[in-house]
Protein backbone atom coordinates (compact mmCIF):
# COMPACT_ATOMS: atom_id res chain seq x y z
CA UNK A 1 0.00 0.00 0.00
CA UNK A 2 1.19 3.65 -0.72
CA UNK A 3 2.62 5.65 2.01
CA UNK A 4 0.24 7.21 3.95
CA UNK A 5 -2.21 4.73 2.91
CA UNK A 6 -2.68 2.41 5.86
CA UNK A 7 -2.84 5.56 8.40
CA UNK A 8 -5.53 7.03 6.54
CA UNK A 9 -7.46 3.65 6.19
CA UNK A 10 -7.19 3.76 10.13
CA UNK A 11 -8.64 7.31 10.48
CA UNK A 12 -11.50 6.42 8.31
CA UNK A 13 -12.61 3.50 10.13
CA UNK A 14 -12.38 5.60 13.74
CA UNK A 15 -15.04 8.21 12.17
CA UNK A 16 -18.49 8.62 11.75
CA UNK A 17 -19.12 9.99 8.24
CA UNK A 18 -15.86 10.60 5.82
CA UNK A 19 -16.05 12.55 2.53
CA UNK A 20 -13.46 11.31 -0.61
CA UNK A 21 -12.09 14.18 -2.64
CA UNK A 22 -10.02 13.74 -6.04
CA UNK A 23 -9.92 14.24 -9.51
CA UNK A 24 -10.49 11.47 -12.45
CA UNK A 25 -8.19 8.37 -11.89
CA UNK A 26 -7.00 9.30 -8.64
CA UNK A 27 -7.77 6.20 -7.17
CA UNK A 28 -10.36 7.95 -5.00
CA UNK A 29 -13.14 5.14 -5.34
CA UNK A 30 -10.72 2.30 -4.58
CA UNK A 31 -9.28 3.54 -1.78
CA UNK A 32 -13.00 4.17 -0.19
CA UNK A 33 -13.78 0.79 -1.06
CA UNK A 34 -10.55 -0.64 0.71
CA UNK A 35 -11.77 1.50 4.07
CA UNK A 36 -15.13 0.07 3.74
CA UNK A 37 -13.84 -3.28 3.70
CA UNK A 38 -11.65 -2.24 6.91
CA UNK A 39 -14.59 -0.83 8.64
CA UNK A 40 -16.70 -4.19 7.79
CA UNK A 41 -13.78 -6.23 8.87
CA UNK A 42 -13.94 -3.82 12.03
CA UNK A 43 -17.79 -5.55 12.43
CA UNK A 44 -19.16 -2.00 11.47
CA UNK A 45 -22.29 -1.52 9.10
CA UNK A 46 -20.77 1.29 6.56
CA UNK A 47 -23.19 3.70 4.63
CA UNK A 48 -21.32 3.77 1.30
CA UNK A 49 -22.81 6.66 -0.83
CA UNK A 50 -21.98 6.93 -4.53
CA UNK A 51 -22.15 10.74 -5.94
CA UNK A 52 -19.94 10.04 -9.44
CA UNK A 53 -23.46 10.73 -11.38
CA UNK A 54 -21.52 9.97 -14.60
CA UNK A 55 -19.98 6.58 -13.56
CA UNK A 56 -21.60 5.04 -10.78
CA UNK A 57 -21.00 1.82 -8.95
CA UNK A 58 -24.42 2.14 -6.93
CA UNK A 59 -27.42 2.62 -9.78
CA UNK A 60 -27.59 3.58 -12.86
CA UNK A 61 -25.79 6.90 -13.83
CA UNK A 62 -27.84 10.29 -13.57
CA UNK A 63 -28.49 9.71 -9.69
CA UNK A 64 -26.76 9.07 -6.74
CA UNK A 65 -26.92 5.86 -4.92
CA UNK A 66 -26.41 4.29 -1.26
CA UNK A 67 -25.46 0.37 -0.69
CA UNK A 68 -25.48 -0.55 2.81
CA UNK A 69 -22.35 -2.50 3.66
CA UNK A 70 -22.70 -5.38 6.26
CA UNK A 71 -20.20 -7.83 4.91
CA UNK A 72 -17.50 -8.84 1.85
CA UNK A 73 -20.37 -10.29 -0.58
CA UNK A 74 -22.20 -6.77 -0.01
CA UNK A 75 -18.86 -5.33 -1.49
CA UNK A 76 -19.11 -7.51 -4.71
CA UNK A 77 -22.81 -6.31 -5.23
CA UNK A 78 -22.71 -2.79 -5.21
CA UNK A 79 -24.89 -2.21 -8.30
CA UNK A 80 -27.82 -3.11 -6.15
CA UNK A 81 -28.29 -0.22 -4.22
CA UNK A 82 -30.80 0.20 -0.95
CA UNK A 83 -31.80 3.51 -1.98
CA UNK A 84 -31.56 6.16 -5.12
CA UNK A 85 -32.17 9.95 -5.64
CA UNK A 86 -32.26 10.85 -9.09
CA UNK A 87 -30.49 13.49 -10.33
CA UNK A 88 -31.02 13.56 -13.97
CA UNK A 89 -27.70 14.56 -15.68
CA UNK A 90 -24.21 13.05 -15.85
CA UNK A 91 -22.55 16.59 -14.90
CA UNK A 92 -23.08 18.60 -12.01
CA UNK A 93 -22.41 21.81 -14.33
CA UNK A 94 -25.74 23.56 -13.36
CA UNK A 95 -26.91 21.14 -11.56
CA UNK A 96 -25.30 21.83 -8.02
CA UNK A 97 -27.81 21.88 -5.91
CA UNK A 98 -29.81 18.80 -7.13
CA UNK A 99 -26.40 17.04 -6.77
CA UNK A 100 -25.84 18.22 -3.33
CA UNK A 101 -28.74 17.92 -2.35
CA UNK A 102 -29.00 13.77 -3.86
CA UNK A 103 -25.84 13.77 -1.69
CA UNK A 104 -27.06 14.72 1.41
CA UNK A 105 -30.12 13.20 1.48
CA UNK A 106 -28.77 9.83 1.28
CA UNK A 107 -25.67 10.46 3.61
CA UNK A 108 -28.66 11.59 5.96
CA UNK A 109 -30.27 8.56 5.48
CA UNK A 110 -27.37 6.05 5.88
CA UNK A 111 -26.49 7.84 9.40
CA UNK A 112 -29.76 6.53 10.65
CA UNK A 113 -28.47 2.79 10.34
CA UNK A 114 -25.06 3.26 10.16
CA UNK A 115 -21.83 2.90 12.00
CA UNK A 116 -19.31 4.63 9.26
CA UNK A 117 -20.63 6.49 6.45
CA UNK A 118 -18.32 6.84 3.21
CA UNK A 119 -19.37 9.91 0.77
CA UNK A 120 -17.85 8.90 -2.87
CA UNK A 121 -18.14 11.99 -4.25
CA UNK A 122 -17.72 12.75 -8.34
CA UNK A 123 -14.19 13.59 -10.12
CA UNK A 124 -15.34 17.33 -10.54
CA UNK A 125 -12.63 19.48 -8.16
CA UNK A 126 -11.29 22.36 -10.04
CA UNK A 127 -12.62 25.66 -10.82
CA UNK A 128 -16.10 27.56 -9.68
CA UNK A 129 -18.21 24.28 -10.61
CA UNK A 130 -15.94 21.84 -8.50
CA UNK A 131 -15.34 24.01 -5.36
CA UNK A 132 -18.32 24.94 -5.02
CA UNK A 133 -19.96 21.66 -5.35
CA UNK A 134 -17.17 20.04 -2.67
CA UNK A 135 -18.36 23.15 -0.74
CA UNK A 136 -21.77 22.92 -0.57
CA UNK A 137 -21.80 18.68 -0.03
CA UNK A 138 -19.24 19.61 3.09
CA UNK A 139 -22.10 22.40 4.17
CA UNK A 140 -24.82 19.87 4.32
CA UNK A 141 -23.24 16.49 4.98
CA UNK A 142 -20.86 18.21 7.72
CA UNK A 143 -18.08 14.79 7.36
CA UNK A 144 -16.08 14.15 10.41
CA UNK A 145 -13.11 13.86 7.65
CA UNK A 146 -12.33 14.72 4.12
CA UNK A 147 -9.86 12.10 2.10
CA UNK A 148 -7.83 14.16 -1.07
CA UNK A 149 -6.73 12.26 -3.32
CA UNK A 150 -3.69 14.18 -4.05
CA UNK A 151 -1.78 14.42 -7.24
CA UNK A 152 0.65 17.01 -7.07
CA UNK A 153 -1.15 20.56 -5.49
CA UNK A 154 -4.25 19.95 -7.52
CA UNK A 155 -6.01 19.43 -4.82
CA UNK A 156 -4.98 22.44 -2.57
CA UNK A 157 -7.46 25.16 -3.26
CA UNK A 158 -10.55 21.98 -1.82
CA UNK A 159 -8.65 21.38 0.91
CA UNK A 160 -7.47 24.36 2.19
CA UNK A 161 -11.42 26.08 1.42
CA UNK A 162 -12.76 22.78 3.70
CA UNK A 163 -10.30 23.18 6.62
CA UNK A 164 -10.94 27.18 6.50
CA UNK A 165 -14.79 27.05 6.50
CA UNK A 166 -15.67 24.16 8.20
CA UNK A 167 -12.76 23.17 10.52
CA UNK A 168 -13.18 19.69 8.84
CA UNK A 169 -9.99 17.10 9.36
CA UNK A 170 -8.89 17.06 5.48
CA UNK A 171 -6.03 14.13 5.14
CA UNK A 172 -4.09 14.21 1.93
CA UNK A 173 -2.37 11.00 0.63
CA UNK A 174 -0.49 10.57 -2.40
CA UNK A 175 -1.94 8.75 -5.20
CA UNK A 176 -0.74 5.57 -6.35
CA UNK A 177 1.65 5.89 -9.04
CA UNK A 178 0.55 2.46 -10.57
CA UNK A 179 -2.77 3.48 -11.33
CA UNK A 180 -3.71 3.18 -15.20
CA UNK A 181 -5.45 6.23 -16.41
CA UNK A 182 -9.34 5.17 -18.19
CA UNK A 183 -9.77 7.21 -21.35
CA UNK A 184 -12.88 9.41 -22.06
CA UNK A 185 -14.34 6.09 -24.77
CA UNK A 186 -13.78 3.70 -21.84
CA UNK A 187 -15.58 5.59 -19.58
CA UNK A 188 -18.56 5.98 -21.88
CA UNK A 189 -18.56 2.72 -22.87
CA UNK A 190 -18.95 1.90 -19.27
CA UNK A 191 -21.60 4.14 -19.00
CA UNK A 192 -23.44 3.55 -21.99
CA UNK A 193 -23.72 -0.17 -20.78
CA UNK A 194 -24.88 0.96 -17.07
CA UNK A 195 -28.14 2.68 -19.01
CA UNK A 196 -28.46 0.09 -21.63
CA UNK A 197 -28.56 -2.27 -18.07
CA UNK A 198 -31.37 0.53 -16.38
CA UNK A 199 -33.27 -0.56 -19.14
CA UNK A 200 -33.42 -4.12 -19.54
CA UNK A 201 -36.12 -5.70 -20.55
CA UNK A 202 -39.11 -6.24 -19.41
CA UNK A 203 -40.18 -2.63 -20.11
CA UNK A 204 -43.63 -1.71 -19.43
CA UNK A 205 -45.07 1.36 -20.80
CA UNK A 206 -47.58 3.72 -18.60
CA UNK A 207 -49.51 6.58 -19.97
CA UNK A 208 -49.12 9.26 -17.51
CA UNK A 209 -50.81 12.58 -16.90
CA UNK A 210 -50.03 15.86 -17.09
CA UNK A 211 -50.27 16.34 -13.59
CA UNK A 212 -47.36 13.65 -12.27
CA UNK A 213 -44.70 15.28 -12.90
CA UNK A 214 -41.83 17.56 -11.16
CA UNK A 215 -40.92 20.11 -12.45
CA UNK A 216 -44.99 20.76 -13.41
CA UNK A 217 -45.53 20.86 -16.65
CA UNK A 218 -46.87 24.26 -18.51
CA UNK A 219 -49.91 24.50 -19.49
CA UNK A 220 -48.79 25.69 -23.24
CA UNK A 221 -46.42 23.04 -23.44
CA UNK A 222 -46.19 21.07 -26.62
CA UNK A 223 -46.28 17.74 -24.70
CA UNK A 224 -44.42 15.98 -27.85
CA UNK A 225 -41.10 17.94 -26.87
CA UNK A 226 -40.74 15.77 -23.93
CA UNK A 227 -40.16 12.65 -26.15
CA UNK A 228 -37.00 10.85 -25.55
CA UNK A 229 -36.21 12.84 -21.90
CA UNK A 230 -34.80 10.63 -19.22
CA UNK A 231 -36.89 10.53 -16.42
CA UNK A 232 -36.43 9.89 -12.69
CA UNK A 233 -39.39 7.35 -11.33
CA UNK A 234 -40.32 7.86 -7.82
CA UNK A 235 -42.09 6.29 -5.18
CA UNK A 236 -44.07 8.95 -3.49
CA UNK A 237 -41.53 9.21 -0.31
CA UNK A 238 -38.68 11.29 -1.64
CA UNK A 239 -37.17 8.30 -3.53
CA UNK A 240 -36.59 6.71 -7.09
CA UNK A 241 -37.41 3.72 -8.06
CA UNK A 242 -35.46 3.97 -10.98
CA UNK A 243 -35.06 5.86 -14.76
CA UNK A 244 -37.74 5.99 -17.37
CA UNK A 245 -37.78 7.34 -20.79
CA UNK A 246 -40.87 9.41 -21.81
CA UNK A 247 -42.61 8.78 -25.60
CA UNK A 248 -45.13 10.50 -27.03
CA UNK A 249 -47.09 8.70 -29.46
CA UNK A 250 -50.53 9.12 -31.16
CA UNK A 251 -51.62 12.47 -28.90
CA UNK A 252 -50.72 10.64 -25.76
CA UNK A 253 -47.68 10.65 -23.21
CA UNK A 254 -46.06 7.24 -22.24
CA UNK A 255 -43.29 6.47 -19.86
CA UNK A 256 -41.09 3.53 -21.27
CA UNK A 257 -39.50 2.03 -17.80
CA UNK A 258 -38.85 -1.95 -15.27
CA UNK A 259 -39.49 0.21 -12.37
CA UNK A 260 -43.05 1.24 -13.01
CA UNK A 261 -44.64 -0.51 -9.72
CA UNK A 262 -45.16 1.73 -7.09
CA UNK A 263 -44.53 4.68 -8.88
CA UNK A 264 -46.09 7.37 -8.06
CA UNK A 265 -44.39 10.46 -9.89
CA UNK A 266 -41.71 11.23 -12.55
CA UNK A 267 -39.15 13.89 -12.14
CA UNK A 268 -37.97 15.35 -15.64
CA UNK A 269 -34.29 15.28 -15.77
CA UNK A 270 -31.64 16.93 -18.57
CA UNK A 271 -30.99 14.48 -20.79
CA UNK A 272 -32.61 12.94 -23.79
CA UNK A 273 -31.72 9.35 -24.27
CA UNK A 274 -31.70 7.49 -27.65
CA UNK A 275 -33.64 3.84 -26.87
CA UNK A 276 -31.55 1.66 -29.17
CA UNK A 277 -27.63 3.16 -28.64
CA UNK A 278 -28.52 4.44 -25.20
CA UNK A 279 -26.65 7.61 -25.85
CA UNK A 280 -27.27 10.85 -23.85
CA UNK A 281 -27.47 14.47 -25.16
CA UNK A 282 -28.05 17.50 -22.55
CA UNK A 283 -31.35 19.16 -22.63
CA UNK A 284 -31.71 22.47 -21.26
CA UNK A 285 -34.81 21.42 -18.85
CA UNK A 286 -35.61 25.52 -18.66
CA UNK A 287 -35.50 25.99 -22.82
CA UNK A 288 -37.47 22.86 -23.23
CA UNK A 289 -40.57 23.82 -20.66
CA UNK A 290 -40.45 27.30 -22.18
CA UNK A 291 -40.42 26.16 -25.58
CA UNK A 292 -36.89 27.75 -26.81
CA UNK A 293 -36.00 25.84 -29.82
Not at 43 to 71: E, H, M, Q, T, W
Not at 184 to 189: S, V, W
Not at 196 to 216: H, M, N
Request: proline share 5%; aromatic share 4%.
Amino acid sequence: MVEGHSEAVAKVVASRSVMFVGAMDTGKTTMALTCARAAIDAGKVVGFVDADISNSRIGPPACVGLKYLRSHDDLDSLEGGDALHFVGAISPNKLVLQQTIATAALAGRAREVCDLVIIDTSSVVSGVIGETLKYHKAELVRPDMVVAMQRGAEMEPISGMLKRFFSVDVTSIPVDPDIIPSGPDERAERRTAAFRKAFAPELGRWRVRSTVFAPTLPPALEQSRLHGMLVGVQDGQGGCLGLGRLEYDEGALRVSTNTGEGMQGLRIGSLSIDPESFAVTPVNLRDLMFGVR
